[in-house]
């Protein structure tokens, strides 16, 4: 059993000698995203995904307010599925979507929407992540409430990148997404 344990830690070990940083479910270990906005330099490139949600989301969020104070600049896509603005069960999770997405734009953020059907897969996993580019110099990726990674491989870091980059040249801005609901739901 200790052989095996020091075998583990030897890997997670190699892991972090190689640029991969992994919570690996526990929460204790999970990325701080408040911790990780207020070491943002120049730029924060981010998915949000309509249902997701974050610990210590307020202090994340002055964090970040701080920052694009400071001249960082923080571009956010938010993705929703087509169904959700018109459906009447989902319409108080929308609202508060709006609202969040409102006070991100107040705040300096360049925020655009983007349906979760119109999404382009340019990653390894091929599915829609949550994820930032962090300064150009690394990925920080979420999955659930507890899994988290940070990446910093060249190939990583191209692919989120451009996985980010043609989602947000199509990705809708609010004024675009309030037309886009008007026109829809009139005819």
């Keep these: 059993y200790k052989?095996?344990?020091?075998l583990e830690y030897m890997e997670e070990i190699r892991k972090l000698e190689s640029g991969q940083v992994s919570s690996d479910g526990l929460l204790q270990n999970a990325v701080d995203l408040?911790?990780?906005?207020?070491?943002?330099?120049?730029?924060?490139?981010?998915?949000?995904?309509?249902?997701?949600?974050?610990?210590?989301?307020?202090?994340?969020?002055?964090?970040?307010?701080?920052?694009?104070?400071e001249g960082v600049k923080v571009k956010?896509?938010?993705?929703?599925?087509?169904s959700m603005p018109n459906d009447p069960v989902q319409q108080p999770a929308f609202d508060?979507?709006?609202?969040?997405?409102?006070?991100?734009?107040k705040m300096g953020s360049e925020t655009r929407?983007?349906?979760?059907e119109q999404?382009?897969?340019?990653?390894?996993?091929?599915q829609l992540e949550c994820f930032a580019v962090v300064d150009g110099e690394y990925v920080y990726?979420?999955?659930?409430?507890?899994?988290?990674?940070?990446?910093t491989g060249n190939d990583d870091l191209a692919?989120?990148?451009?996985?980010?980059?043609?989602?947000?040249?199509?990705?809708?801005?609010?004024?675009?997404?309030n037309h886009v609901l008007t026109t829809s739901s009139v005819g």
């Design 3 to 6: 052989h095996k344990r020091i």
């Design 34 to 69: 408040s911790d990780l906005m207020r070491k943002v330099k120049k730029q924060y490139l981010a998915i949000r995904l309509h249902d997701e949600t974050y610990r210590n989301e307020t202090s994340y969020k002055i964090a970040e307010q701080e920052r694009i104070s």
């Design 76 to 82: 956010r896509i938010i993705t929703l599925p087509q």
């Design 96 to 105: 508060e979507l709006l609202n969040k997405a409102k006070a991100l734009i």
């Design 113 to 116: 929407f983007l349906f979760v």
């Design 119 to 126: 999404w382009v897969a340019s990653t390894k996993s091929r």
């Design 141 to 151: 990726r979420k999955r659930g409430d507890t899994h988290s990674q940070l990446l």
């Design 159 to 177: 692919s989120y990148r451009r996985a980010f980059e043609v989602n947000w040249d199509q990705a809708m801005t609010l004024e675009e997404l």
